[in-house]
């Protein structure tokens, strides 16, 4: 898959920038990518949002719907590297404009649902279309562009990654009260419409004429097959009972399809993962941060969702609990920028570390809830993590792709990107079994539905701060690697962060065979 750093593009002047036709070729690119990557960020964390309205109206009880959240990401997984190889081989504008339309279809198609499962299923597609969006868009967006062009193109793409994922549930919970949980999907059908239009005349189709032209489709499908049974006996597990036929069944089919996946990849011309990454140590590390956080915030935003819209507890609106997870999101914004300069200062390995600790005492604040709390208790929790989320996702963003040479940034920006699907798959999953496995067992021993409820966020919220507590570990084994700058566009990479990596002036400097700090 094509990279920022490593990219040029067609028609540039010898100063970097463009003229003519390929000057309104970039700004139609910059558009598009940018709007459409606004509304597949927005889309992704509204959801949780629009799930209790979602099970009101379909029958379908909260539990099961996470998987509306759950599949999306599972997908996505499978398919963010897989389709920024088909943008290579086959043409990025083909492509993007392919990802955009099945992001239409399954707009429409959830929007006409009257099942829970129905919604699921068109989130599964929903899934693919939209890490193709973002994979082939930042590739598109890359080629468009050269020099001091192609960082701010690329900047403005990740704030506007950063601001759509900021402003979803906000916008979720505006639609639904305005329209009903429909309105997400058909306001985003409608826009990635638009999307599809600006770049048909002025954009022109780019393609790596010398890629190889063999896709790891078994890869990715084999990534999904390792991951859906494994999800599947999590979340199942309890029902089904944990040593079921159902449940060792589909653990022992995750595995294998594992250890398929592994052999598949040593054997492909062009592997989806390249296993020889996995010697690196800061990649390793980064990577499983990565996962980590987006994990847990994820996790998070299911169930806070869940609690505050809940009558026995908060009994919030739609609109009410997207405006109380404001304060969450304009404080994992606000830290963004000063995170690269800090990370300068005290060292990548020690602010993962700091952002990672932080985290893991909101989430133990978070676990010590009681059902009288009002929204007003959970405000200092809530900021506490996603400041702690903010300062640990810009330097484990920066370090993978700063830590490999030149020709390895590519691959190591999916595999980065990968681990945020499937952080994000699991830890929903996870969350979502402890909170209904907890709130069953308090109910069955005779506890008020606002005791059980308050249990059950409170178990999940212990779960998370243990995650975020492994991330405090794997930021001291990680190992020392080079730090970015701290310049406005290592700003904009790491307010994007917890949505995708992109390069920074660490990567640049790799590239150009610095040396680690």
């Known amino acids: 898959m094509s990279s920022p750093s490593s990219t040029g593009s067609s028609g540039p002047d010898t100063t970097g920038g463009l003229t003519g036709s390929a000057a309104a070729s970039a700004r139609g690119v910059l558009a598009a990518t ?20 979602i099970s009101a109206d379909t029958g379908m009880d909260v539990t099961t719907l996470q998987w509306a959240v759950t599949g999306y990401s599972l997908v996505g997984a499978a398919v963010i590297v897989t389709s920024g190889s088909l943008g ?13 339309l099945l992001f239409i279809v399954s707009c429409v198609f959830i ?7 129905a919604v699921i299923a068109g989130r599964f597609v929903q899934g693919a279309a939209g890490a193709t969006i973002l994979a082939c868009g930042l590739s598109l967006l890359s080629v468009a562009n050269s020099g001091q062009e192609q960082l701010r193109a690329v900047s403005l ?26 309105g997400l999907f058909w306001v985003g059908a409608a826009i990635a419409a638009v999307c599809m239009v600006l770049p048909w005349k002025t954009v022109t189709e780019s393609k790596d004429d010398n890629r190889p032209r063999d896709i790891d489709f078994a890869g990715s499908a084999l990534i999904a097959l390792t991951l859906g049974p494994l999800i599947l006996a999590l979340s199942k597990g309890s029902g089904w009972g944990r040593v079921s036929p159902a449940t060792i069944g589909c653990r022992a089919v995750g595995v294998a399809a594992g250890f398929a996946f592994v052999v598949v990849e040593k054997r492909v011309a062009v592997p989806m993962l390249d296993l020889g990454l996995l010697h690196n140590r800061v990649l390793v590390g980064s990577t499983v941060a990565i996962l980590i956080g987006a994990g847990t915030i994820n996790g998070l935003m299911y169930l806070v969702s869940l609690y505050f819209q ?4 908060l009994g919030f609106s739609p609109l009410q609990a997207g405006l109380a997870t404001l304060p969450a999101t304009v404080g994992l914004v606000a830290v963004a920028p000063l995170v690269p300069r800090l990370a300068k200062r005290l060292g990548g390995r020690q602010v993962i570390g700091i952002g990672f600790l932080v985290t893991a005492i909101g989430f133990a604040a978070v676990g010590l809830v009681e059902s009288s709390w009002a929204y007003s208790a959970f405000v200092l929790p809530l900021v506490a993590i996603a400041v702690g989320m903010g300062l640990s996702n810009g330097p484990s963003s920066s370090a993978s792709t700063a830590c490999v040479p030149a020709e390895q940034v590519g691959s190591a920006s999916g595999v ?18 402890i909170y209904g496995s907890v709130i069953a067992d308090r109910t069955a021993q005779g506890a008020s539905a606002a005791d059980a409820l308050a249990a059950g966020l409170g178990t999940a919220a212990w779960v998370m701060a243990a995650f975020s507590a492994a991330g405090v570990v794997m930021a001291v084994i990680m190992g020392r690697h080079p730090a970015a700058t701290g310049t406005l566009d290592d700003s904009a990479s790491a307010a994007a962060a917890h949505t995708h990596t992109l390069p920074t002036s660490a990567t640049a400097r790799v590239a150009a065979g610095a040396g680690t700090e």
């Open 34 to 53: 940018c709007l459409s990557t606004f509304v597949v960020n927005a889309n992704t964390s509204a959801v949780s949002i629009l799930l209790p309205a």
């Open 416 to 433: 980065s990107n990968m681990a945020r699907y499937v952080g994000a798959a699991v830890a929903t999953a996870l969350a979502a079994t």
């Open 111 to 117: 929007g006409l649902s009257s099942s829970g499962g």
């Open 157 to 182: 793409w990740g704030a506007a990654a950063a601001v759509g994922a900021a402003a979803g549930p906000l916008l979720g919970g505006v639609l639904v009260e305005v329209t009903g949980w429909q």
């Open 310 to 313: 809940d009558p026995a507890t």
């Open 88 to 100: 290579d081989v086959f043409g990025r504008k083909r492509v993007f404009q392919l990802g955009l």
